[in-house]
């Protein structure tokens, strides 16, 4: 089985920097995932990490260590739109994904 | 059709009723997945398909049964539904079991 835990809530102002930590121990593992979730609204993807490293995309990186069992999404320039949940799954030697519960994220003005 | 859809969008079920949900995807892949989703538990997966024909159990699986006769369609039943099996149950699809996952936009289940 997968044990996946990341932080129940975070808020920042608009404009500065959130990082989301998710910490992981899985029986086998085949990448690392981010996806967002608005209040009321399907995952959506955000990014996928296998090797070790940075991943960049826009205003959000993801980071992956596997060694330490440990992955951090950034969120750099901080919109209202931001606000969201923010779900690290990980894909295990089945190539099953198990999914944290999940970040939520508020963005103040 | 676009992407994934899930039909009913909510639902609200006495105890001891069958249930199916529906799920359809034009996107002609390969894997299916259903998930339930419940306050601080997060995303747990209830059964997956790897490809039309085949079906495997997830973490929670007890009281759902799924079928794959064919590429676009994956139903979730209910045999019997218990207050227990109230969520919110989302369907998603990817193109192999190495791609990421593109979610439907959920069907909200209240059991009674």
């Known amino acids: 089985g997968q044990n996946i835990d990341q932080p129940t809530e975070m808020t920042a102002t608009e404009g500065a920097i959130v990082q989301i930590n998710c910490t992981y121990q899985t029986s086998g593992f085949n990448g690392l995932f981010w996806y967002q979730q608005h209040a009321g609204e399907a995952p959506t993807f955000l990014s996928y990490?296998?090797?070790?490293g940075l991943e960049e995309k826009g205003r959000f990186s993801s980071f992956l260590s596997r060694s330490k069992g440990y992955s951090y999404l950034l969120l750099k320039e901080l919109q209202m739109k931001d606000s969201a949940s923010y779900l690290c799954a990980v894909r295990d030697g089945d190539y099953k994904l198990s999914f944290g519960a999940g970040t939520t994220v508020t963005v103040r003005a | 059709i676009a992407g994934i859809t899930q039909a009913p969008t909510s639902q609200i079920l006495a105890a001891g009723r069958r249930m199916t949900l529906r799920c359809t995807q034009d996107?002609?892949?390969?894997?299916m997945y259903w998930y339930r989703q419940d306050l601080g538990l997060g995303l747990r997966l209830i059964h997956y398909?790897?490809?039309?024909?085949?079906?495997g159990k997830g973490e929670v699986p007890d009281g759902y049964s799924v079928s794959r006769a064919n590429t676009d369609d994956f139903p979730l039943t209910l045999a019997s539904a218990v207050p227990s099996q109230t969520s919110v149950y989302f369907c998603a699809s990817s193109e192999t079991g190495t791609n990421e996952q593109f979610f439907g936009p959920g069907t909200r289940l209240t059991v009674l």
């Open positions: 990490n296998v090797l070790d």
């Open positions: 996107m002609r892949h390969n894997a």
């Open positions: 398909s790897n490809t039309a024909g085949t079906t």
